[in-house]
């Protein structure tokens, strides 16, 4: 809890801001101890689908299928600043280009959503050789060739700070995750991606409160990460 409400609350509520959206989704498993999270999707006045544990490209993908929907932007649960801006520039990027999966360059880890073409999510979910898709799953669209990919990158050079983690896996993510909402959070308001980056311009000992965990992080994701194809018989 963060200012008295679950962090995927707040995520919600950020979500809720972006305008092009047309429906919205938390999609999490089938695990009894998950149920909460459809309360809280209920609360919000969002959906809720429940599926796969470990796969997420059978849970996203069932998933579009049950609401009916050509295009997805994701938001990771874990990702609770990321910028309702972009969410919107993402569904604008797909409209233009019709691409099968966009993501974004250049920005803080966890800052930004991917733009995922249900059509080639559902190739995916085909040519997938593993249950287990819950690290590294967009790797099966950036890494296959199999697939059109559009890498965005913020025009606003004041957004690009890679360097910058906003997600959460780490306890010291937790704490700057809370620093974060002690600074700039008002009841009734969203703040936004460049009112945190301009705060931490400002008081730069905030970013270093998990910054140290950056190399684990990466270390982390390389071991788990894999993609597994269907050998074409």
């Known amino acids: 809890m963060v200012k008295r409400k679950p962090l995927i609350q707040h995520l919600i509520e950020r979500v809720k801001t972006a305008k092009l ?38 849970r996203f993908l069932n998933a579009a299928l049950k609401y009916n929907v050509d295009f997805i932007v994701n938001v990771d649960g874990d990702d609770v600043f990321c910028d309702p801006g972009l969410i919107d520039k993402t569904a604008e990027i797909f409209q233009k280009t019709g691409a099968s999966f966009i993501k974004w360059n250049g920005l803080p880890l966890g800052a930004s959503p991917v733009g995922i073409k249900v059509e080639a999510l559902k190739k995916a979910w085909q040519m997938k050789d593993e249950s287990d898709t819950e690290t590294g799953w967009g790797m099966y669209f950036t890494d296959t060739g199999l697939f059109d990919v559009e890498y965005a ?39 936004t991606l460049r009112e945190i980056l301009r705060l931490l311009q400002k008081e730069p000992h905030i970013a270093e409160i998990n910054k140290g965990v950056q190399g684990e ?14 050998t074409k018989s």
């Open 21 to 58: 959206p047309n429906l919205i989704v938390l999609c999490t498993t089938v695990k009894p101890e998950d149920s909460v999270f459809a309360d809280i999707a209920k609360k919000c006045g969002a959906e809720c689908f429940r599926g796969s544990e470990k796969d997420i490209l059978d």
């Open 153 to 191: 990158e913020a025009a606003d050079e004041e957004l690009k700070h890679p360097e910058i983690r906003m997600t959460l896996d780490y306890p010291e993510d937790l704490k700057f995750v809370k620093e974060i909402f002690n600074r700039l959070y008002v009841p009734g308001k969203v703040f």
């Open 217 to 230: 992080y990466w270390k982390r994701f390389k071991q788990r990460a894999k993609i597994k194809l269907r």
